[in-house]
C-alpha cells in the first residue's frame, strides 16, 4: 500500500485527530492545575465526605455525563466503595426509593442545569442526602444546591463545532477516577480486595492467589534425600513436571532437582548416587499468597519453570508452575 500524499485527506483526518487529542490534552491539564486551588480542596471534602457514610455512593447523570457517571459508579464499586447509577428519569418514576439518607449523592452536569436532575435534587434536600454536584458552571442550579461542589474548570470542547460533549465529558471521567483512587488509598483498598471483586476472565487469573491455582497433595513431585536417582527419576517422570523436590527427614524441602541438574550430573553414576548428591540445595520458593500474576514474574525473572510453596516449618504444601499458570490466563 502506498503511503498518503503530504496533501491527501487521509493526512487531513489524522490532523484533526491530534487536534482533538491535543484539545483534550489541555483540558486535562487545566484540570490537573485546578487541584491546586479550591477544587482541591473540594475534592477531599468529598472525599472525606463518601468515607463518613454508611451508604453508597449513588450516582446520576443524564446524557453523556450519564455514561460517565455509569462509569464512575463502576470504578468506585470496583475499588471498595459501594455505589450504583440511578437514571435521573428512572428516578423520577419510583427509582428515587433506592436513595436512603445513609447514602451519598454525586451529580453529574456540565450545565448544571440537567432538567431531569430536578426531581433527585429535591428528594436531596426535602431529605437531606448529602449532594456532590460535579458542574463546570459555578452559577448553576446544581452548583447552588450541593453540599460539595466540583467546579470543572473551563476548557475548549475537542468538537470542532463545540456542540459535542468531549473535553467536558473526558475531565468528568478523570476527576471521578482520581476520586475513587482517593478512596481506594484512604481505604487502604489492596490487590487482594481487589481480586474478590474480579473473579472472572484474564484479570481475575492474574489476580487469583499462589495458593487457589498452586498443585498440591498427591500432585507435588518429592522424594527424601536418602533415595537413589534411579528412582527418583521415575518419580520425576511420573508427575511430568520436569522437577522433583528433595525432603529431609523432618520432611523440610531442602533442594530441587530440574532437568538442568541431570545434564549436569550425567555421568555413569547418575543412577546410583543420591537425590542429595544431584539437587541445587536452597531452592526458590514463593510466598502462597503472592498474586498469581507476581508468581510468574517471579518465575520469568529467576529462569526457572516451577517453584515450590512451602509451610512455616519448611515442609512443601505446594508448587507453580509455569505452564499452569499460562494455562489460566496469566500472563
Given amino acids: 500500500m502506498s503511503k498518503p500524499s503530504r496533501h491527501s485527506p ?4 489524522i490532523a484533526t485527530a491530534r487536534t482533538a487529542l491535543a ?15 479550591p477544587l482541591g480542596d473540594s475534592l477531599a471534602r468529598a472525599a472525606a465526605l463518601i468515607a463518613a457514610a454508611a451508604g453508597r455512593v449513588v450516582v446520576s447523570g443524564m446524557g453523556k455525563s450519564g455514561h460517565i457517571g455509569r462509569k464512575i459508579a ?11 447509577f440511578v437514571h435521573p428519569a428512572e428516578a423520577s418514576h419510583g427509582d428515587l426509593g433506592m436513595i436512603t439518607t445513609q447514602d451519598v449523592l454525586l451529580l453529574l452536569s456540565n450545565s448544571g442545569e440537567s432538567a431531569e436532575l430536578r426531581d433527585l435534587l429535591a428528594y436531596s434536600r426535602r431529605f437531606r442526602v448529602p449532594l456532590i454536584a460535579m458542574t463546570a458552571r459555578p452559577a448553576s442550579t446544581l452548583a447552588r444546591e450541593g453540599d ?33 483512587i482517593m478512596l481506594l488509598k484512604q481505604r487502604g483498598f489492596t490487590a487482594e480486595d481487589f481480586s474478590a471483586f474480579h473473579p472472572g476472565g484474564k484479570l481475575g487469573a492474574q489476580l487469583k492467589l499462589v495458593h487457589e491455582v498452586m498443585l498440591t497433595g ?27 523436590g528433595v525432603t529431609d527427614p523432618q520432611g523440610r524441602l531442602i533442594g530441587i532437582i530440574t ?21 541445587t540445595p536452597n531452592p526458590r520458593t514463593l510466598p502462597r499468597d503472592d498474586l498469581a500474576i507476581e508468581a510468574l514474574d517471579t518465575l520469568n525473572r529467576a529462569k526457572i519453570t516451577a517453584a515450590f510453596i512451602v509451610d512455616e516449618g519448611g515442609r512443601p504444601s505446594g508448587l507453580i508452575h509455569i505452564h499452569d499458570l499460562l494455562r489460566l490466563g496469566v500472563s
Fill in 148 to 180: 460539595v461542589v466540583l467546579l470543572l474548570p473551563q476548557a475548549e470542547e475537542a468538537c470542532p463545532i463545540g456542540l459535542a460533549p468531549t473535553t467536558s465529558t473526558l475531565m468528568q471521567l478523570a476527576l471521578g477516577d482520581a476520586l475513587a
Fill in 218 to 244: 498427591d500432585a507435588l513431585p518429592l522424594v527424601p534425600e536418602t533415595m537413589v536417582m534411579s528412582e527418583a527419576l521415575v518419580v520425576m517422570t511420573a508427575k511430568s513436571l520436569g522437577c522433583v
Fill in 259 to 279: 532437568d538442568g541438574d541431570l545434564r549436569r550430573h550425567m555421568t555413569g553414576h547418575l543412577l546410583g548416587q543420591t537425590a542429595r548428591m544431584v539437587m
Fill in 23 to 37: 484539545t483534550e490534552a489541555q483540558g486535562l491539564n487545566r484540570l490537573l492545575a485546578a487541584l491546586d486551588g
Fill in 74 to 84: 463502576a470504578t468506585l464499586a470496583s475499588t471498595g466503595t459501594p455505589a450504583l
Fill in 10 to 13: 487521509d493526512l487531513d483526518l
